[in-house]
T-cell receptor
Framework: TQLLEQSPQFLSIQEGENLTVYCNSS?????LQWYRQEPGEGPVLLVTVVTGGEVKKLKRLTFQFGDARKDSSLHITAAQPGDTGLYLCAGEGGSQGNLIFGKGTKLSVKP | GAVVSQHPSRVICKSGTSVKIECRSL??????MFWYRQFPKQSLMLMAT?????????EQGVEKDKFLINHASLTLSTLTVTSAHPEDSSFYIC?????????????FGPGTRLTVL
């Protein structure tokens, strides 16, 4: 069974601080995706990483896929209150290419 | 980008009744749709995968006779929660994938909040 361990589960920081969220697995994934979800809404795709060692940047967000394609990280620089939300990593696996989600990281950025 | 809608967005029903949730891909044809369930403060758990024109594949522990899935067209999948009970109260989210146009990306709907009294 493929599992994704996401940490930390909760994170409360002040505006302007940096943070990193980790997503780890013992399994190899063909791709890994990061989503952000607001309460009462569906998840919104932020980025997909496919190649081992790949780094993608989205404004203040930096995503990295591990060389072995088993882990990934999301780093946010100078967090803002608008970054508050639930961040989910998901790996493509399963017999039908379905997504396997991590437990999520609930981020709260206080002004 | 691709848009997926869900209807209704919220539903409250009495215990024992059945509830149907629709998932539509608005601007692409979805060969595969996925149904997820999300309990409060938890992540998304895959319930079933449905391919257009064939029977859905259910994840372990998900009762296929209780959660009926129909994917009769390339733009519509429905999830019917039969004889709903309070423990079925959850946030149900669908996603759709168009392998042709967008590779293997999944596009998520906005979710349906089900409350069973």
């Amino acid at each position: 069974t493929q599992l994704l361990e996401q940490s930390p589960q909760f994170l409360s920081i002040q505006e302007g601080e940096n943070l990193t969220v980790y997503c780890n697995s013992s399994s190899v994934f063909s791709s890994l995706q990061w989503y952000r979800q607001e309460p009462g809404e569906g998840p919104v795709l932020l980025v997909t990483v496919v190649t081992g060692g790949e780094v993608k940047k989205l404004k203040r967000l930096t995503f990295q896929f591990g060389d072995a394609r088993k882990d990934s990280s999301l780093h946010i620089t100078a967090a803002q209150p608008g970054d508050t939300g639930l961040y989910l990593c998901a790996g493509e696996g399963g017999s039908q290419g379905n997504l396997i989600f991590g437990k999520g990281t609930k981020l709260s950025v206080k002004p | 980008g691709a848009v997926v809608s869900q209807h209704p967005s919220r539903v409250i029903c009495k215990s024992g009744t059945s509830v149907k949730i629709e998932c539509r891909s608005l601007d692409f044809q979805a060969t595969t749709m996925f149904w997820y369930r999300q309990f409060p403060k938890q992540s998304l758990m895959l319930m079933a995968t449905s391919n257009e024109g064939s029977k859905a594949t259910y994840e372990q522990g998900v009762e296929k006779d209780k959660f009926l899935i129909n994917h009769a067209s390339l733009t519509l999948s429905t999830l019917t929660v039969t004889s709903a009970h309070p423990e079925d109260s959850s946030f149900y989210i669908c996603s759709a994938r168009d392998a042709g146009r967008e590779g293997r990306k999944q596009f998520f709907g906005p979710g349906t909040r089900l409350t069973v009294l």
